[in-house]
């Protein structure tokens, strides 16, 4: 639970110090203010996502007007997306997973203030992740733990090898047992798969929208011991009845 912990921890961080750099990039403070945007083109050029290991980055004027996006595949500006936008654009930066569409996202807004007032905030810029099965694989990289997140009740995405998907949902995970409480229970999947699981504590780091928890696989060696099991009771029962032959 804490490596998982700690590897949404340095996904979090780096998209905040991403978006950090930007905004108080000189160059992009002054475009922001004066809707330059092919000197923004020219800062955050496409490629950038690819060279950052990130999904998404966008920067809006202090009307929030999308001067620039470079994205593997861009978000909908929705309504929830938009109040969050003015939200940070009249108050204070704002990191959190959020619905957008049928999906999650992991993203970060931060101000961009203006070159020589440094008070006067003149746009925003976005950096952020979908949370989908990539994003829970490159957690599981990091720390080495398979993780499963949910929407309530439902799967949102999981690090899940292909073998232990269910065909039938594509993040490859079913919905949560009963006894799947807010500490411990078992998730299931294709041919006899079970993962022990444990809910990672996240909500005070912007994922209180969504749940994630750190799961085990344990169904190879519960597999193992069963054929070993039966194995051994086969065996028990030919020296049995070579026993009893001989006698």
């Known amino acids: 639970e804490k490596r998982v912990q700690l590897s949404l921890y340095r996904c979090r961080k780096k998209i905040?110090?991403?978006?950090?750099?930007?905004?108080?990039?000189?160059?992009?403070?002054q475009s922001?203010?004066?809707?330059?945007?092919?000197?923004i083109?020219?800062?955050?050029?496409?490629?950038?996502?690819?060279?950052?290991?990130?999904?998404?980055?966008?920067?809006?004027?202090?009307?929030g007007q999308l001067l620039h996006q470079v994205a593997t595949c861009a978000p909908v500006m929705d309504l929830s997306r938009s109040k969050m936008l003015q939200d940070v654009l009249h108050g204070s930066d704002v990191t959190m997973?959020?619905?957008n569409g049928n999906s999650f996202l992991l993203e970060?807004?931060?101000?961009?203030?203006?070159?020589?007032?440094?008070?006067?905030?003149?746009?925003?810029?976005?950096?952020?992740?979908w949370i989908n099965n990539?994003?829970?694989?490159?957690?599981?990289?990091?720390?080495?733990?398979?993780?499963?997140?949910?929407?309530?009740?439902?799967?949102?995405?999981?690090?899940f090898t292909q073998v232990q998907t269910l065909k039938s949902v594509s993040s490859g995970i079913r919905i949560p047992t009963k006894n799947l409480s807010h500490d411990r229970g078992t998730l299931f999947g294709e041919d006899n798969y079970t993962f022990d699981s444990v809910?990672?504590?996240?909500?005070?780091n912007g994922f209180n929208k969504?749940?994630?928890?750190?799961?085990?696989?344990h169904s190879p060696l519960k597999i193992a011991l069963k054929k070993t099991t039966v194995t051994i009771l086969i065996a028990f029962g030919l020296l049995v009845s070579l026993g009893a032959v001989i006698a």
């Open 16 to 29: 905040q110090t991403c978006a950090h750099l930007f905004s108080d990039n000189r160059q992009i403070r």
């Open 32 to 39: 922001a203010y004066l809707n330059d945007v092919g000197t």
């Open 41 to 63: 083109e020219g800062i955050l050029p496409h490629y950038l996502v690819s060279e950052l290991d990130v999904d998404h980055i966008a920067v809006f004027n202090g009307s």
């Open 97 to 99: 997973a959020h619905k």
């Open 108 to 129: 970060t807004f931060h101000r961009i203030f203006h070159a020589n007032q440094k008070n006067m905030v003149v746009g925003a810029i976005c950096v952020g992740y």
């Open 134 to 159: 990539d994003f829970a694989r490159s957690i599981k990289n990091m720390c080495g733990v398979d993780i499963a997140v949910f929407d309530a009740d439902q799967p949102v995405a999981s690090s």
């Open 199 to 204: 809910q990672v504590d996240f909500s005070q």
């Open 210 to 217: 969504i749940q994630i928890y750190a799961v085990l696989d």
